[in-house]
């Protein structure tokens, strides 16, 4: 079993930035995939982002390519999640959560084992 902790959320006026951290332990963590997934009100819970075990391999959905980045440190067992430009459509809720399969890149919800607690990120108009 892994945990998760998140945060760095916060609120931030639209064109900011925000650098959200993930602390991971209890598990293998550089063996997995990790990803950021986010929830707005009344809306499904979407993949944003992910990274391979090894970091060479992400993939950023369209709503945040180019603005997001995703990076983690295998050494501390930390994933990050750099957001720029943002804008109120990135306010929701943001999870970091492991796959549950090692050395498998994993893009879809139900191959996550273990989600965080979530950080809330506010975009302002």
């Known amino acids: 079993q892994v945990q998760l902790v998140e945060s760095g959320g916060g609120l931030v006026q639209a064109g900011g930035s925000l650098r959200l951290s993930c602390a991971a332990s209890?598990?293998?963590?550089?063996?997995?995939?990790m990803g950021w997934f986010r929830q707005a009100p009344g809306k499904e819970r979407q993949l944003v982002t992910a990274?391979?075990?090894?970091?060479?391999?992400?993939y950023y959905a369209a709503s945040v390519k180019g603005r997001f980045t995703i990076a983690r440190d295998n050494a501390k067992n930390m994933v990050y999640l750099q957001m720029n430009s943002l804008t109120p459509d990135d306010t929701a809720i943001y999870y970091c959560?492991?796959?549950?399969?090692?050395?498998?890149?994993?893009?879809?919800?139900?191959?996550?084992?273990?989600w965080g607690q979530g950080t809330q990120v506010t975009v302002s108009s």
């Open positions: 959560a492991v796959g549950r399969s090692p050395y498998v890149f994993q893009l879809q919800g139900g191959d996550f084992a273990s």
């Open positions: 209890g598990r293998t963590f550089s063996s997995y995939t």
């Open positions: 990274i391979n075990s090894g970091g060479t391999m992400t």
